[in-house]
């Protein structure tokens, strides 16, 4: 499981549960649920962290709670 914060909303858009990583830009999942978001985001960030890594890109180390004006 990783550390990174992840902000968890719901989209009428979507119709679905969106769960996204600030300090991993792009980074997002969604779910049909708040728990299935959740999942679903971890899962996304493996994938992230693993492209960047094929590609040399630095990993941001997770900071915790980031504070938002």
């Given at each position: 499981m990783y550390k990174y914060e992840v902000?968890?909303?719901w989209s009428e858009?979507?119709?679905a549960y969106i769960a996204?990583?600030?300090e991993l830009p792009?980074?997002?999942?969604?779910?049909?649920?708040?728990e299935e978001a959740l999942k679903?985001?971890?899962v996304i960030i493996?994938?992230?962290?693993?492209t960047a890594r094929a590609l040399g890109r630095e990993i941001p180390i997770p900071?915790?709670?980031l504070v938002y004006a």
């Open positions: 902000i968890v909303y858009d979507d119709e996204e990583v600030p792009g980074c997002m999942a969604d779910g049909a649920t708040y679903n985001v971890q493996s994938e992230w962290i693993e900071k915790g709670r």
